[in-house]
């Protein structure tokens, strides 16, 4: 029997989702809507008990390493009853060690590790991620920024033996003051498409488009910030208008 650990790794919330290895070997990884088959599926309590326990095939071998992402809800308050439910399943070793990744790290993992590059520059763009409170990674800019203030878009330099954060732009959480091109995305999307997880579609859409068709003034870029002019807003909630298959 190999004797390399066993990697249990879940997404607890958005697009909720669990994979399994044995040291470097893929043994399965699956979303929690493949399941359950309703789309975007978050993640909740009971979701080891009720799915991915007994509808996947385990080792014998307990659990050695459990690597957990989270995202900007309020799932991680309930860290407690997650750690009973694992240890109700009898799924982890006696000595088993965690790793948890803030929401865009977790991004830059999934994109960098199974890409062919050797090295890269890794960008994530999102809606929102992790707050500083609960950022994993090295940051420079950390230290100087409110806790409760939340990733938009992360900038990684990435080679096969680490990912280190070069920079992010983030969110005060001011509702009246929205950032951050996945931002955006999520206005666009949810003026055109009802429900969530669209974004896609509106990023395949958008080469389609034409920049000037509603005399819209461009979004602000400094850098590596990007900022939403307040007349996108307005423009975005009227729903109606625009609504597919409305």
């Known amino acids: 029997m190999s004797d390399a650990p066993i990697v249990l790794g879940l ?4 697009d909720a989702s669990a994979c399994l290895m044995r040291g470097a070997q893929l043994l399965w990884a699956i979303q929690k809507e493949r399941l359950t088959r309703r789309k975007h599926h978050w993640g909740a309590l009971g979701d080891v008990r009720d799915f991915y326990r007994p509808r996947l095939p385990w080792p014998e071998r307990p659990v050695d390493i459990l690597v957990e ?5 309020a799932e991680l308050a309930r860290l407690p009853q997650h750690e009973r439910e694992l240890a109700e399943a009898a799924l982890l ?3 088993w ?3 948890r990744l803030s929401h865009h790290l977790a991004h830059a993992y999934s994109a960098f590790p199974p ?3 050797q090295e890269a520059a890794v960008m994530i763009v999102d809606g ?4 500083v409170a609960e950022l994993t990674e090295r940051w420079d800019g950390a230290a100087a920024a409110p806790r409760d203030w939340r990733e938009v878009s992360s900038f990684y330099r990435a080679d096969r033996e680490r990912i280190d954060c070069v920079g992010k732009q983030l969110w005060d959480r001011d509702d009246a003051r929205l950032v951050g091109l996945g931002m955006f995305y999520f206005l666009l999307t949810q003026a055109i498409f009802p429900g969530e997880g669209n974004e896609g579609k509106v990023m395949g859409l958008a080469p389609h488009g034409r920049a ?5 003034p461009a979004l602000g870029v400094d850098g590596a910030s990007v900022t939403i002019p307040a007349r996108w807003r307005p423009l975005a909630q009227e729903r109606a208008r625009f ?3 409305a």
Not at 11 to 14: H, V, Y
Not at 128 to 131: N, R
Not at 212 to 216: I, P, R, S
Request: glycine share 10%; charged share 15%; proline share 10%.
């Open 115 to 117: 890409s062919p590059f």
């Open 11 to 14: 997404n607890r919330t958005q």
């Open 243 to 245: 609504r597919y298959a």
């Open 212 to 216: 000037g068709a509603l005399g819209m």
């Open 69 to 73: 992402c989270y995202s900007s809800d």
């Open 97 to 99: 060690r965690r790793a």
């Open 128 to 131: 929102q991620g992790s707050p």
């Open 93 to 95: 070793a006696p000595a």
